[in-house]
């Protein structure tokens, strides 16, 4: 069971990318927790400077940018 | 014994195949630069061609008379529209790519524990080419101030970022021509710079919300640079992304030129933001600060200044108020900072265009 949490304070692209992570997990499994994350404090604990970023069970999978459907499987799936 | 040869041979077969990779991915560049070289000579044809393009479809095609109104609307609109468009597109991409090479925690790195004046002046440069979005003001400001990098410092950045981009230098370049555009681009930066050192030198530190100083400064994003597909596809993305949000306000302004540049009188404007109402200035900046909107949608209203009679100076500060600052821009600033900083801030930026708008007028 992976945790997804996207960090973010709200603008369009966080809840770009809120999306296209639901819609990767759902492809690869059931088994995902998908938090996001608007606390500044909480955002900042994981030393990302550009929202929004996905963080992968605890490390920082990618940060100030969307990235595609097949990325996002990529960086989901690849953290065994 | 045996096992040594089979290595070595092994080895052969793999060092032949990297070198084969490597001279594959060494044509496949080739091919991708001589791909984007085609790409630019078609930009440059079409472009060099566009006015007459337009006049063509103005009054070959379309039935318009020469000198009528409408027919100068529609060959303004004709001509400016894909002209203002075919640079954004080409000018979007190439700062796509250069931004790849300033990420926020490069340029942290760059900025932290340098002394001001220096500091403010390479800030107010970074601010051009680190990539920069808005929501992530606040995280991008904590950044830095918890790695060192000094107060005035940071503002100059966070001034520099949002006003002197590459939309707002194209727009500026396309519809009114490289004068305006370095104009904004000197005084951006000069604003930018100035804004910052005052403001370090008002040693506002303590009016920082405490809680941003007891973040640990984080290690920043660590990932590796990117390779040249990557780049170019942020090139794209960001194409992709920042034309795909404006066009529509870029034809929105140019048809508003178009419109004005047929039937509106000239100096229409000239009486009250014309060079000799001292106080438009200032009224502009006021009316500019609290709005919000990005660099796209203050044209049309700057074609309409500018086109019918308004001082360049006045013009200018008021697209820069707009920019610069917003209320909703002081609403998330006031998470990090305290409301005299943020007043601070606006004050002094505020200042600085203002001076700048008076500045112009007087020179121009």
């Known amino acids: ?80 | 014994m045996e096992n040594d040869l089979l290595d070595r041979r092994c080895r052969g077969r793999v060092r032949a195949l990297k070198s084969s990779r490597t001279f594959a991915a060494g044509g496949g560049l080739v091919v991708r630069l001589l791909l984007g070289a085609a790409l630019l000579a078609v930009w440059w044809t079409v472009y060099r061609r566009l006015d007459t393009l337009a006049e063509w479809l103005a009054y070959s095609v379309l039935p318009f008379e020469r000198g009528s109104h409408l027919g100068a609307a529609v060959e303004f609109f004709a001509y400016e529209s894909p002209k203002v468009l075919m640079l954004l597109v080409l000018v979007v991409f190439a700062v796509g790519i250069v931004r790849t090479f300033f990420t926020p925690a490069r340029t942290r790195r760059i900025l932290s524990g340098r002394s001001e004046s220096v500091g403010n002046v390479l800030a107010a440069l970074l601010g051009i080419v680190t990539p920069f979005c808005s929501c992530s003001a606040v995280p991008l400001f904590i950044g830095f101030v918890t790695a060192g990098v000094p107060l005035g410092v940071t503002f100059s950045f966070l001034v520099s970022a949002p006003m002197v981009n590459e939309v707002a230098l194209v727009l500026l370049f396309g519809m009114f021509g490289w004068k305006v555009a370095l104009l904004y681009l000197a005084t951006g930066l000069a604003i930018a710079i100035a804004s910052g050192w005052v403001i370090g030198k008002l040693k506002m530190e303590r009016h920082v919300e405490e809680w941003v100083f007891e973040i640990p400064a984080g290690a920043g994003e660590s990932e590796a640079p990117p390779a040249w597909s990557g780049r170019i596809r942020a090139g794209t993305d960001a194409v992709r992304d920042i034309v795909g949000k404006v066009w529509l306000y870029v034809l929105a302004g140019i048809a508003v030129g178009a419109g004005i540049h047929g039937y509106v009188p000239e100096n229409f404007m000239a009486s009250f933001m014309g060079r000799d109402a001292w106080w438009s200035v200032p009224l502009a900046v006021l009316v500019g600060v609290p709005m919000y909107s990005n660099a796209a949608g203050v044209i049309p209203v700057v074609q309409s200044l500018l086109g019918k009679g308004a001082a360049l100076g006045t013009v200018l500060a008021f697209m820069m108020a707009v920019i610069a600052l917003s209320l909703p821009e002081a609403i998330i600033l006031r998470k990090v900072l305290k409301p005299r900083l943020v007043a601070t801030f606006f004050g002094v930026v505020a200042l600085g265009i203002i001076l700048i708008g008076y500045l112009f007028n007087f020179l121009m």
């Open chain 1, 1 to 80: 069971m992976k945790k997804l949490q996207i960090l973010g304070t709200g603008c369009a692209k966080c809840n770009a990318l809120t999306e296209a992570v639901r819609r990767a997990a759902a492809e690869i499994g059931p088994d995902h927790e998908i938090e996001k994350v608007t606390d500044l404090r909480q955002i900042m604990s994981f030393g990302v400077m550009t929202t929004p970023a996905l963080v992968v069970d605890g490390k920082v999978a990618v940060a100030g940018k969307v990235p595609t459907h097949d990325e996002i499987k990529v960086l989901i799936g690849a953290n065994a």
